[in-house]
């Protein structure tokens, strides 16, 4: 029996008749960019998130580069984000010019620790960047009491986490303007490329609109130089299909998680995923911790588990960062968790069958390491 690692057949095989007539409608319409497909999206994900605006991107990176300059963030300045995020949240700092400033995530929730950003804090930083990493809101009213005392901007990167909430409060609707992404294989994903900012603020609701479309409002008048970031109205009308079942889908992917805490409970090493009180946790990964990583990866994949590593080198030791002169044991948390993450399937369609499947092997490498 093989479980791979991720497998988007269960949930979009069931909902398959509404994505054709989903995509039947846009080709009848012979429009495919900037139409009602998105505007009804858009309209409909701002709702689920309860903030005022959602703009559509092409893409979760553009969505950050995006919020970013709607910020004037630029050369000279510091945004602060976490060491342990996936490289897009870094690179949207260098793409409007800024220095990334790299804390130490939290030891137990592996989002960035707020106790660490303050000793960040420069007369340059301009904005923090929390990552809602792996489906779980970061520590936000700890977060948002730092950037009001320090006059600073807040960017949520909510590309793991729609849905996700801290103290009530959703991921997405914390910052000035916020960035996430729906890549496929995100718990909200499109069938291709596919990102979005949220924000409550009109000015910026409107500047990103421009920007987003060459610098223009009108056609062929160009008011600010722009980008090419558009979600298009296939994909848009794929997300508004996807949209009404994400709820459901976060739902069993907490059972899901639920019956892996109860399957690997004091299992060899195996440290589980820990949720802080006050933030929920939507399951995007499920990440577990071994020091040996490497050997049960293996153990797995030829037992026919599909495993992945989120994430294998952190953005401090990163080829493309090397300028910034950071080293190894720099931020020795982050590193510690790049050595010892594993990320087991998780995604609606999995049974408990199947997890004890997956547990039953785990324990076996476990058992066969401990004789």
Same mark, same amino acid.
């Given at each position: ?248 889908? $976060? %739902? ?8 892996? *805490?109860?399957?690997?409970?004091? #299992? &060899?090493? @195996? !440290? ?15 990440? $577990? %911790? ?8 293996? *153990?797995?994949?030829?037992?026919? #588990? &599909?495993? @992945? !590593? ?62």
């Amino acid at each position: 029996m093989k479980i791979p690692f991720l497998n988007l057949s269960p949930t979009n095989s069931n909902i398959g008749t509404e994505l054709q007539r989903a995509f039947q409608e846009v080709l009848e319409s012979n429009w495919y960019i900037q139409g009602a497909k998105l505007e009804a999206f858009e309209q409909e994900y701002a709702v689920f998130n309860k903030t005022t605006y959602c703009i559509g991107t092409s893409n979760g990176l553009d969505a950050l580069h995006l919020a970013l300059k709607a910020l004037n963030i630029g050369r000279g300045d510091e945004v602060i984000l976490p060491s342990n995020t996936y490289i897009a949240t870094a690179l949207a700092v260098s793409y409007v010019g800024a220095t990334p400033i790299f804390v130490e995530p939290d030891s137990r929730t592996y989002n960035i620790n707020p106790n660490e950003i303050e000793n960040a804090i420069s007369s340059r930083t301009k904005c923090i960047m929390p990552v809602h990493l792996y489906g779980q809101a970061c520590q936000m009213d700890l977060i948002s009491d730092i950037a009001k005392n320090y006059g600073l901007y807040i960017v949520e990167d909510n590309a793991q986490s729609q849905g996700a909430s801290f103290k009530g409060r959703l991921t997405g609707g914390w910052g000035k303007v916020n960035g996430t992404s729906f890549y496929p294989g995100k718990n909200l994903g499109a069938l291709g490329d596919a990102g979005a900012i949220t924000t409550d603020d009109p000015d910026i609701d409107k500047f990103l609109r421009t920007m987003r479309n060459y610098g223009s409002t009108v056609k062929y008048h160009n008011e600010i130089i722009g980008f090419n970031k558009r979600l298009d109205e296939l994909q848009a009308a794929f997300l508004s299909v996807k949209l009404k079942f994400l709820p459901k889908w $976060i %739902r069993e992917r907490q059972q899901i998680a639920s019956w892996y *805490h109860e399957a690997l409970h004091e #299992i &060899g090493d @195996l !440290i589980l995923p820990y949720t802080l009180q006050g933030a929920t946790h939507t399951y995007h990964l499920f990440v $577990i %911790r071994t020091n040996n990583r490497s050997k049960l990866q293996e *153990h797995l994949e030829k037992n026919g #588990i &599909g495993t @992945l !590593i989120h994430y294998p080198i952190p953005p401090h030791l990163q080829e493309a960062y090397k300028d910034l002169g950071y080293k190894k044991g720099d931020f020795p948390i982050a590193e510690q968790l790049a050595d010892t993450c594993l990320s087991l399937p998780i995604y609606p369609g999995l049974t408990q069958n199947d997890i004890e499947i997956i547990a039953k092997f785990i324990k076996s490498f476990f058992d066969k390491d401990k004789n």
